[in-house]
Structures are given as C-alpha cells and as structure tokens.
C-alpha cells in the first residue's frame, strides 16, 4: 500500500498551526471568564453605572479573536493586536477611574485583557516564529500598562499574568521545536528517498537492458562466428557490423517518456519481425507464423522493443539448444494483449535445473517483457520441445478500413 505523506514544511505548519489555534483559544476563554467577574465584581462594588463601557471593550476583544481565528495571517494579527490593544487601554482606564482601588485589590481583574494580547499566535512554519508572535503580544500588553499609567496618572502596574503566559508560550512552542528537531534527524526527507528510489529503479532498468543487449548481440554474435565457416560470407559480416552499430550508437540506453507516432512505431516493429524471420531462415531455423484477424493491434513502443527482443532471444535458443530446425509461432488476440506463442520439437530441457547466472531466459525473455509491462511464460521438459508465451499489453484496437492520420500499411496486422 502506498502511503502519502505531507512534506515536512506543510506538516510543520500544520502543527504549529493547531498550537496558534489553541494559544487564540486561551484568549477567548479568558475573555469569556472575564464577563462575569467584571459584572460581579462592579456589581459588588455598586459601580453598575460603570459597568456598559468595559463589557462592551472587552466583547470587542472576543469578536477580534474570532476574526483572527477565521483568518490567521499575519495582516489580521496585526490589526487585532493594535484594535484588542486600544480596546485594552479603554478598558482599564474605565475601571480605574471608576474605582482606582481596583489597582490594590482587583490588578488580576484590570490586567485581564493584556493576557489576551500575549496569547496570540500565527500558522508559521518554525516554533521560533510562533515566539516571536507572542514577544509582539507582550510588548502590546506593556505598552497598554504604560499608556494607562500616563493617562490615569497611576503607577505601572503590569502584573504577573502577561509574563506568566508569555513564559508558557515559549515553552509550548520550544518543546514544540525540540520534537521538531528530534524527528528531522531520524526521520528521512520522504521526497529525497522517493528521487532516490527513482534512481535506483532507473538503475535496474538500465541493468537489465545492459544485460539483455550484451546477451543479443556480443554473446549471440560470439556464437555465430565460433560455428561459422573459416571465412565469414557477407551476411554475417553485416550482421557483425549492425550489432557493432547498435553497441556504439547508445540508443539502448537512453530512456524516454516521449512517445513516438504510434504508426510510425508500428511500421518500425512490423520491419523488425519481418527481419527476424528472415535472420534466422538463414541462419538454418524455419519460423512458420499463423494467426488471423480482423483488426489493427496498436503497441506501445517500449513494449514492441521488448516483444522483439524476447523474440530474438527466444528464437536464439531453439537455435543453438533444442536440436530443433523449426519454430513455430502462433499470434493469440485479446482486446487487451497479444500472445505470441512459439513452441518447437526439440530435445527440450527442465527449467528448474538452469544455473541462475545464465542470462538467456532470465534477462533477455522474461525480465525484458516484465520491465516493459508485458509477461513471459516458459513451459519444458527433456524430450517434450519447448513453448514459450510472449504477451505484451495492446494500447489501442482499430478495425480494419478505420482511417488514421498515417497509411495502413504503418501498423501491424
């Protein structure tokens, strides 16, 4: 199963994110708690005729929380921060002038409000930019104290709370921080591993094609001229060179996720079977083809090399192993594949006894069409001959007098 993961920025935001949510939150509570004890305690006092203004400032304050907690930005802070702040001034300037005893008796009461403007908090991307945010809060709740000292001609009177919750923010934000840290130096950057594991899948890809070419071309081409004649005809000669041109050309090992005009490929693909069959009626082995329909079988390019790779691979061991002096090849139609199916009546083998470092069969028929997207299947014992089924996935069906862009003759039939 293939789990997603969010990359490590987005999740850092998203934490830090839920703890600016719950720091918005403390503020609203302890506005929320602050109504009734403002009502009690101006009540108490029979200070009611004092009471309107300061309930008013302070569900201003709430109102602004709940702005910035729809839109947590940076702007929005701000502009809390400078409304909550006047509002904040108006408030304790109400209270004190209504009673400057409050000052004595009640600080925790006229503070309140400041303790609001330390417990703010904005979705950074880092825990020190949440400490930053809260530094701004306190230094609005200072400078609130100190505007109502000059105006009320009181002394400055900040109190502990302001302090105390600034001092629990950066706790919560450096334990965050610290978590943050711990998890980056153990866990890996998940975009990094995937590139990587790009890599190594490109890597393996690119083995197995290294491995498949060497097998068709050097060590086939190494067994033509040991059971050659002395002097090598003209066929062979041309067959040495095309295999040398193939080696030194480096197409093979280009890879590309740009795909050709599918009839342009088709017409390429019907050449190469075409000069497969004709390579090895040469060469001594018969390639008898049956297979009807109706249809044009469109292939994928990548797949069509693989199909005529494991072909030619395919065709090389009957050749060389069974004994056998012909192939016959049988073409099975689906609308979602084409199996090639090539059997002969030679001498046969087990499979389960070839050495697992022989390349003909492991890399060249079946890992080749696996990589490709297609399968492979092999059936044999000693004396039975040999089948084996090349199916490759067809990436469209056309029926036959459909037209397209190109010629009929470009697609294989």
Same mark, same amino acid.
């Given at each position: 199963?293939? %789990?997603?993961?969010?990359? @490590?920025?987005?999740?850092? @935001?998203?934490?830090?994110?839920?703890?600016?949510?719950?720091? !918005?939150?403390?503020?609203?509570?302890?506005?929320?708690?602050? /109504?009734?004890?403002? %009502?009690?305690?101006?009540?108490?006092?029979?200070?009611?005729?004092? /009471?309107?203004?300061?309930?008013?400032?302070?569900? =201003?304050?709430?109102?602004?929380?709940?702005?910035?907690?729809?839109?947590?930005?940076?702007?929005?802070?701000?502009?809390?921060? %400078?409304?909550?702040?006047?509002?904040?001034?108006?408030?304790?300037?109400?209270?004190?002038?209504? $009673?400057?005893?409050?000052?004595?008796?009640?600080?925790?009461?006229?503070?309140?409000?400041?303790?609001?403007?330390?417990?703010?908090?904005?979705?950074?991307?880092?825990?020190?930019?949440?400490?930053? !945010?809260?530094?701004?809060?306190?230094?609005?709740?200072?400078?609130?104290?100190?505007?109502?000292?000059?105006?009320? $001609?009181?002394?400055? @009177?900040?109190?502990?709370?302001?302090?105390?919750?600034?001092?629990?923010?950066?706790?919560?934000?450096?334990?965050?921080?610290?978590?943050?840290?711990?998890?980056?130096?153990?866990?890996?950057?998940?975009?990094?591993?995937?590139?990587?594991?790009?890599?190594?899948?490109?890597?393996? +890809?690119?083995?197995?094609?290294?491995?498949?070419?060497?097998?068709?071309?050097?060590?086939? $081409?190494?067994? =033509?001229?040991?059971?050659?004649?002395?002097?090598?005809?003209?066929?062979?000669?041309?067959?040495? @060179? +095309?295999?040398?041109?193939?080696?030194?050309?480096?197409? !093979?090992?280009?890879?590309?996720?740009?795909?050709?005009?599918?009839?342009?490929?088709?017409?390429?693909?019907?050449?190469?079977?075409?000069? /497969?069959?004709?390579?090895?009626? !040469?060469?001594?082995?018969?390639?008898?083809?049956?297979?009807?329909?109706?249809?044009?079988?469109?292939?994928?390019? %990548?797949?069509?090399?693989?199909?005529?790779?494991?072909?030619?691979?395919?065709?090389?061991?009957?050749?060389?192993?069974?004994?056998?002096?012909?192939?016959?090849?049988?073409?099975?139609?689906?609308?979602?594949?084409?199996?090639?199916?090539?059997? +002969?009546?030679?001498?046969?083998? $087990?499979?389960?006894?070839?050495?697992?470092?022989?390349?003909?069969?492991?890399?060249?028929?079946?890992?080749?069409?696996?990589?490709?997207?297609?399968?492979?299947?092999?059936?044999?014992?000693?004396?039975?001959?040999?089948?084996?089924?090349?199916?490759?996935?067809?990436?469209?069906?056309?029926?036959?007098?459909?037209?397209?862009?190109?010629?009929?003759?470009?697609?294989? +039939?």
């Amino acid at each position: 199963m293939r %789990v997603t993961l969010l990359p @490590r920025e987005a999740a850092a @935001r998203v934490i830090t994110g839920a703890v600016a949510t719950l720091a !918005w939150s403390a503020g609203a509570t302890v506005i929320l708690l602050s /109504l009734p004890v403002l %009502v009690d305690t101006l009540v108490r006092k029979e200070l009611v005729s004092a /009471l309107p203004l300061p309930l008013v400032l302070l569900l =201003v304050m709430l109102a602004g929380i709940g702005v910035a907690l729809w839109r947590m930005t940076p702007p929005v802070v701000i502009a809390y921060l %400078v409304v909550a702040s006047l509002a904040a001034v108006g408030y304790e300037v109400a209270l004190i002038t209504a $009673d400057p005893g409050l000052l004595e008796h009640e600080l925790f009461l006229v503070n309140r409000p400041t303790l609001a403007l330390v417990t703010i908090g904005v979705a950074a991307t880092s825990a020190i930019g949440g400490i930053v !945010w809260c530094l701004f809060g306190f230094a609005a709740a200072g400078a609130v104290s100190i505007i109502v000292a000059l105006i009320t $001609d009181t002394p400055v @009177r900040p109190g502990w709370g302001p302090s105390m919750a600034l001092l629990l923010a950066v706790v919560l934000y450096l334990t965050l921080f610290v978590i943050q840290a711990r998890q980056r130096r153990r866990l890996p950057r998940f975009e990094e591993l995937e590139l990587a594991t790009r890599r190594r899948a490109a890597s393996a +890809d690119l083995a197995r094609r290294t491995t498949a070419i060497v097998h068709d071309t050097v060590l086939n $081409d190494l067994a =033509v001229v040991m059971n050659a004649p002395d002097v090598l005809d003209e066929r062979i000669r041309q067959r040495l @060179r +095309d295999d040398l041109a193939t080696l030194e050309g480096g197409a !093979w090992i280009r890879t590309t996720e740009k795909v050709p005009v599918p009839d342009e490929g088709q017409a390429q693909l019907r050449n190469d079977l075409s000069r /497969l069959a004709s390579d090895f009626r !040469w060469r001594g082995l018969t390639v008898n083809v049956t297979g009807v329909t109706s249809g044009v079988y469109i292939f994928d390019p %990548v797949a069509g090399e693989a199909l005529v790779g494991a072909l030619e691979a395919t065709f090389e061991n009957v050749l060389r192993h069974s004994g056998a002096s012909t192939a016959n090849v049988e073409i099975m139609y689906s609308d979602t594949e084409v199996t090639f199916m090539v059997s +002969d009546e030679g001498v046969g083998f $087990d499979p389960e006894s070839v050495d697992a470092s022989r390349l003909g069969i492991r890399g060249s028929i079946v890992g080749r069409m696996e990589a490709a997207g297609g399968r492979a299947q092999l059936w044999s014992s000693p004396g039975a001959g040999t089948t084996v089924l090349l199916s490759v996935p067809v990436a469209e069906v056309r029926e036959r007098g459909t037209p397209s862009k190109h010629q009929e003759a470009d697609y294989v +039939d």
